[in-house]
């Protein structure tokens, strides 16, 4: 009888250890349908010997080099076994933060996030934080203090990209001239940095004058349609563009040229990302200098997912160092350009 009881005993204790092991788990699938971890009461883990599942919240894929930073992101996740959980946010930070949030749902173990504007990303951070899953900035900034609502920024210097861009022209052009300017997407942290850097930059040199900026929001489209308005309201009084990136310089060019006018010779245009086609314009004499802004975050980023699943700390901002593509080094680089 007395074995009968301890049986008994034995047998209810295993039952409440297993309810109790399985009573809070719920298991996540990928878009893909694979498993991609267990949640486990208030804490997330990813199950060791699991493949590590990492989001990436792209904001728009549209554009040579978003294409770049996604396939880059993509490449080094498929080298390292890393499953990726990729949602493009179509140029809306709505979009971004509602697929921030399906990431939760789906519980990834990090989230990689390319904002598109600074504002805007708080409700996403902060679910992340809630839910215990670290987020990694790369190229944009976002509104939030780094260590805190997000672990670290890993992006270029925008406002040293915009000085270089000015110290070019002062170095090669000269120091007077009329500017106009492309602008970035208004509220992106690229485009307000990027001005900050070329502005702050002239003020020492007043005869180069800012003739009129505005946004083109980082597109060849608009960079052509803003760059006619430009040619209407001041024609041959432009000597200089400035553009935030090189597709808008691309779509200036095309401006330039409808307008009868050539450009390096009647405008001489200055940009930034270093994308293969406008080192082929630089090669051709119509750009004249682009200031590097590498796409390539998949190694850097992976790294740093590395580091914290090692219980290793890293800094607040990881910054990516640029080169410079002018007349001097094109044609030498075009071939390994994006
Ligand atoms: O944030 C980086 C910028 O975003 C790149 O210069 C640009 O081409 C892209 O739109």
Same mark, same amino acid.
């Given at each position: 009888?007395?074995? +009968? ?6 047998? *209810? ?36 010997? @699991?493949?590590?599942? *990492?989001?990436?919240? /792209? ?28 949602? %493009? ?6 979009? =971004?933060?509602?697929? *921030? ?27 992340? +934080?809630? $839910? ?24 270029? !210097?925008?406002?040293? @990209? ?10 090669? #052009? ?11 997407? /208004? ?5 307000? %940095?990027?001005?900050?850097? &070329? ?18 929001? &980082? ?14 309201? #001041?024609? +041959? %009084? ?5 553009? #935030? ?8 060019? =095309? ?19 270093? =994308?293969? @086609?406008?080192? =082929? ?7 004249? *200098? ?5 796409? &390539? ?17 890293? %800094? ?5 160092? !640029? ?6 080094? $094109? ?8």
């Amino acid at each position: 009888m007395k074995r +009968k009881i301890s049986l008994l005993l034995a047998l *209810v204790m295993v039952f409440a250890i297993l309810t109790a092991c399985s009573g809070n788990d719920t298991t996540s699938t990928t878009p893909e349908g694979s498993k991609a971890e267990t949640t486990k009461g208030e804490e997330t883990t990813a199950d060791s010997g @699991e493949k590590l599942v *990492v989001g990436f919240s /792209q904001m728009e894929n549209n554009m040579p080099w978003r294409i770049a930073e996604t396939n880059s992101i993509r490449a080094e996740a498929e080298k390292r076994g890393i499953e990726l959980v990729y949602t %493009d946010a179509q140029s809306q930070t709505a979009k =971004q933060v509602s697929d *921030v949030e399906d990431m939760i749902a789906q519980g990834v173990d990090y989230i990689l996030l390319a904002p598109r504007e600074a504002e805007g990303l708080a409700p996403a951070l902060a679910a992340a +934080k809630a $839910a215990n899953i670290p987020v990694i900035l790369i190229d944009r900034a976002a509104k939030g203090e780094a260590g805190v609502d997000y672990v670290t920024l890993i992006a270029s !210097d925008f406002i040293e @990209e915009g000085q270089r861009v000015a110290e070019w022209i002062v170095d090669n #052009h000269g120091n007077s001239g009329n500017i106009v300017i492309l602008e970035g997407t /208004q509220g992106a942290s690229a485009a307000t %940095d990027r001005q900050k850097g &070329f502005t702050d930059y002239l003020k020492d040199f007043p005869n180069l004058k800012v003739l009129a900026s505005q946004t083109a929001d &980082f597109t060849r489209a608009d960079g052509q349609k803003v760059m006619e308005n430009f040619i209407q309201a #001041h024609g +041959k %009084d432009i000597d200089i563009v400035y553009a #935030h990136n090189d597709e808008m310089a691309i779509g200036a060019i =095309q401006a330039i040229k409808a307008a009868g006018m050539v450009p390096g010779e009647d405008i001489i245009l200055a940009s930034i990302d270093g =994308q293969k @086609e406008a080192l =082929q314009a630089i090669i051709a004499g119509e750009l004249a *200098v682009s200031v590097e802004c590498s796409p &390539f975050f998949g190694p850097i980023a992976f790294d740093v997912i590395e580091k914290l699943e090692a219980g290793e700390s890293v %800094d607040t901002f990881i910054k990516n160092d !640029d080169r410079l593509f002018d007349g001097t080094n $094109a044609e030498e680089l075009v071939d390994g350009a994006f």
